[in-house]
């Protein structure tokens, strides 16, 4: 899933992005109306802030429901007359400012089923990963995972292919849910993902060592 955000504060932006990214989502960013407008085909659902730099999220907005793609609101609290012109125009949802990072992706996760874009089950081997409500299935055997183990194994979904050194996966995950995490944390992780992903954990087929160079999900 690809998620569109319409924000023109480079820090939210920023914030935005890593958390988005480390819940599985893609992402692409617009600050003007405009740019926003031309990035809505490669986008499953339209984050948009109201005031852009140039333009506003409500122009965006109308075009974004011209496609049938669904619609989140950022708005300021308080900001009534805002929020009731989005919902008038077919917006989804909408999430106050500031927000909890876990609540906006609560909302988005239900506006994509909503809208019938929600896919949450992730193929890995003989394993199958709900990614919504963290559960891994195999052999007719459901595992449910940590909120670290989670967020760990969206950075492998998220990089499939993609050769992950430690240091990065590290960087991934630090402090995501005020977890403290180190390198023996991390190795106590995959230990852990890999019980419950592989059908024999000593020699791994879905997260596999690349010796000195990190760890592989194809």
Known sequence: MTILIAED??????GLEAYLRQEGFETLTAETEEGAIELLPGADLALLDISLE???GFGVCRQAKRRGLPVIFLTASGDESSVVRGLDMGADDYVAKPFRPRELISRIRSVLRRSGRGQTLVQLGDAAVDTERGTVTRDGREEV???LEKRLLMVFINNRGRLLGRDRLLEEIWDAGGDFVNDNTLTVY???LRNKLERDPQNPEIIRTVRGSGYLVD
Not at 9 to 14: G, H, L, Q, T
């Open 9 to 14: 504060e480079k820090s939210i932006v920023r």
């Open 54 to 56: 140039e333009g506003s």
């Open 145 to 147: 995972l940590s909120a």
């Open 190 to 192: 995959i230990k852990r």
